[in-house]
């Protein structure tokens, strides 16, 4: 306990306990001040610290929807390409059957008659066998090709009982029967002891009464109706 001898000596003890005492507050604020900015400083560091972690939390998943959204436009696009090329296909098969109805319907309407994928004509007149084949082809057709019983059986109810010339022959090598597309023999309907003779290259259709065996060999130059083929796609 500080005790003053005298009033000077007291005011001066008092003074300097004054001085003192502002000096001590000033210090005391200061140092709560620096305190303070220490304490600031560490919550700021505290802060930075969780700062990255929740930063690298958004960044993921900012990335992951940005792949997400990018993946899903990369399907869609694929999707629309895959509809836009089938759309097209379906567009083209479509004009594509329209055109094969309105050429059949004009076939039909000229008295080309309809058997499973083709369509037949047979003629009034009578030329040789390349005579008819060349007519046939200047009506875009050929002269008519048979691979099955139901389409013999056809032409044998086209041709009403008349012989007539069919694509079948054996001009470029003797035995050696082909069709005039150059596919070989077969499905054969030939006439009971057909062909038989060396001579004779080209074939009818209509020979003898079996109903179904009909087929003979003919000389080539020989004056016979024909049947017209043409195939139709669908």
């Not at 001590?24 to 969780?50: H, P």
């Not at 002269?143 to 086209?158: P, W």
């Amino acid at each position: 306990m500080f005790q003053c001898v005298s009033n000077v000596n007291c005011m001066e003890e008092e003074g300097k306990r004054g001085d003192e005492e502002v000096i001590t507050v000033v210090i005391y604020k200061t140092a709560g001040g620096y305190g303070s900015e220490r304490e600031d400083a560490d919550t700021n560091s505290n802060l930075q610290t969780q700062r990255p972690g929740i930063n690298c939390t958004v960044n993921i998943c900012y990335t992951l929807t940005v792949v997400c959204v990018l993946l899903l436009c990369v399907l869609l696009m694929t999707a629309v390409t895959v509809l836009w090329i089938k759309l097209n296909i379906l567009t083209a098969e479509r004009d594509q059957l329209k055109k094969h109805k309105k050429e059949l319907q004009r076939f039909i309407q000229l008295g080309w008659i309809l058997f499973s994928s083709s369509i037949y004509k047979i003629s009034t007149e009578k030329k040789s066998w390349t005579e008819s084949r060349q007519a046939c082809r200047e009506r875009g057709a050929e002269l008519v090709i048979i691979n099955s019983r139901e389409e013999q059986d056809f032409i044998n109810i086209l041709r009403t009982s008349r012989k007539s010339w069919i694509g079948l022959n054996d001009r470029d090598r003797e035995g050696e029967w082909k069709w005039v597309d150059d596919t070989p023999l077969i499905a054969e309907y030939w006439f009971s002891g057909e062909p038989n003779d060396k001579d004779e290259h080209c074939v009818i259709t209509g020979e003898g009464s079996d109903p179904v065996r009909t087929w003979a060999d003919y000389p080539c130059k020989s004056k016979f109706i024909w049947i017209c083929e043409k195939t139709i796609f669908f």
